[in-house]
């Protein structure tokens, strides 16, 4: 899904049980990570706002620079699995109020993003672990694979 | 006749098989794994895991027409 779809569709529903709501096609563009936090106003009890950021690294690989990532996904098992996750953690952390889970697939360069994370909750100590939790659980079970480009 | 499994290749896989899906008959996992690594010898030599439409395989699972069956190499996100 393109960045303008996935904008307009999180703007329609803020519960995040929408098929490709986690996926999107090509870098996670500041303007998107900036509307994401801007919904997350609307809930004055959430305190605390915990975002991670993954972006992609220009390793060196045998003396090559790497220029970009891209990625691919087992797209229907990933949405699962990224709701999944999110259950996961909402009932670890009973102070965590909303998970939201965005992964790249595609071409994303060097310097740009392609996850973010952010979990909102009453008090810092929850949005803290519980994005930390929520990180190693995406490593773990999201179905995406990534290909260096030079 | 054995039931049509749909199985689906990713991340590497492709680079192995050719193809990124195709129709395999097998009436159970065990039976489509060796189908899949005597059809592409060099699939052994990559780690993968067997999801059954969408759930990764925790026991060998028999099969019915229509299944999905996908090949997944150590996942990469992030």
């Keep these: 899904m393109t960045q303008l779809q996935f904008f307009l569709r999180s703007k329609e529903v803020n519960s995040f049980k929408m098929k490709d ?13 900036s509307e994401l936090i801007a919904q997350g106003q609307e809930d004055t009890g959430a305190g605390a706002v ?3 950021a993954g972006r992609v ?9 790497v220029r970009a990532l891209e990625y691919s996904a087992y797209n229907e098992m990933a949405e699962k699995e990224a709701e999944e996750i999110i259950r996961t953690v909402k009932a670890a952390f009973s102070d965590v109020r909303t ?17 973010f994370i952010m979990v909102t909750s009453g008090h810092r100590d ?13 490593k773990e079970k999201l179905p995406v694979w990534k290909k260096e480009l030079f | 006749m054995e039931p049509r499994i749909k199985v689906l290749y990713f991340g590497p896989a492709p680079g192995i098989t050719g193809t990124s899906a195709e ?18 010898p060099r699939l052994g030599g990559l780690p993968f895991v067997l999801a059954l439409n969408c ?22 996100g992030g």
């Design chain 1, 57 to 65: 690294r220009n390793d060196s690989i045998d003396g090559k620079q």
């Design chain 1, 126 to 138: 929850h949005a803290t672990r519980a994005c930390r939790h929520t990180l190693e659980m995406v």
């Design chain 1, 21 to 33: 709501k986690h996926l999107i096609e090509g870098p996670v563009a500041p303007l998107l990570v």
């Design chain 2, 23 to 40: 129709i395999v008959t097998a009436c159970d996992t065990v039976s489509l794994r060796s189908k899949l690594l005597r059809k592409y």
């Design chain 1, 50 to 52: 915990s975002i991670f």
């Design chain 2, 55 to 76: 759930r990764i395989l925790k026991e060998e699972s028999s099969l019915k027409d229509n299944d999905t069956v996908a090949v997944l190499p150590p996942f990469e």
């Design chain 1, 99 to 115: 998970v939201i889970i965005v992964h790249s697939t595609g071409i994303v360069k060097a310097g740009e993003t392609s996850l």
